[in-house]
């Protein structure tokens, strides 16, 4: 079974960085983009950066100039270094990835979330 694993996140001031990782484990056969979105309660789900396995990259207007991602494929993990953050960045952020994997049903590949990690910025 896959997994996302996402670590990091926490409670800064409103200038400050913060870093977060994203692990994928399980029967991974490819991974083909990874990525971040994030929510903040009463609102829909919102994308933040994405990364391909070919190593392209792009980020959300919203976060281009602050936010870097990076991703390694040989340890099926991203990354997503948060800089000059806001009271406006604060979200749950989730760690998304479309893998192709082997189950019982044979060779697919399937959309997986991890688990969520909160960022707070204060002012």
């Known amino acids: 079974q896959v997994q996302l694993v996402e670590s990091g996140g926490g409670t800064v001031e409103a200038g400050r960085s913060l870093s977060l990782s994203c692990s994928a484990s399980?029967?991974?056969?490819?991974?083909?983009?990874m990525g971040w979105y994030r929510q903040t309660a009463g609102r829909q789900r919102e994308w933040v950066a994405v990364?391909?396995?070919?190593?392209?990259?792009n980020l959300a207007d919203s976060v281009k100039g602050r936010f870097t991602v990076s991703r390694d494929n040989a340890k099926n993990t991203v990354s997503l270094l948060m800089n000059d953050l806001k009271p406006e960045d604060t979200a749950v952020y989730y760690c998304?990835?479309?893998?192709?994997?082997?189950?019982?049903?044979?060779?697919?590949?399937?959309?997986?979330w991890g688990q969520g990690t909160q960022v707070t910025v204060s002012s």
């Open positions: 399980g029967k991974i056969l490819f991974i083909n983009v």
């Open positions: 990364t391909t396995h070919a190593g392209g990259a």
């Open positions: 998304n990835a479309r893998i192709t994997t082997e189950d019982s049903m044979g060779v697919g590949e399937y959309d997986y």
